[in-house]
Every structure is written in C-alpha cells, then in structure tokens.
C-alpha cells in the first residue's frame, strides 16, 4: 500500500495499475495453488502474491527515483 501511495504522490498511474493487477493475479493464481495444497498452506498465496508485487513495486521504484527530477519538473502534466 505504501509503494501506491508513492505512485499516486508522483502521479504514475500506470504503473499503479501495474502493481495492482500483479497483486490481483498473482493472489488468485498463489491462493488457488494454496487451497489445492491443503489446510497447511492457506494464507501462503497472498504472501506470495504480496511479496511479488512488493518485489516489483520497489525495481521501478528504485529506477523511477533515479528520474525523479524529470519526473518533478520536466514532465508535461
């Protein structure tokens, strides 16, 4: 939620999108593998799929502050 919260703050909705759709997928393709594994898993998708996201979110986090005074001051709004 914090990384959003970011992206939102520099107005890179894209890439919000992004994250959120990795989020979503990777929760329903993690939970339904957990739920086909048993009782034992449950709760280890949406790890998964958080970690995933969380994963990302901070790669184009890293390489979007690298540009950030492009992002402040150059970009048309």
Known sequence: MSLLNVYFYLDLRGRSVL???TFLLGNVIFTGMTLWAGPFFYGLGFLASLFVA???GLFYLSRDLERIDYLTFMRAQ
């Open 54 to 56: 969380d994963l990302l």
């Open 19 to 21: 994250l959120t759709l």
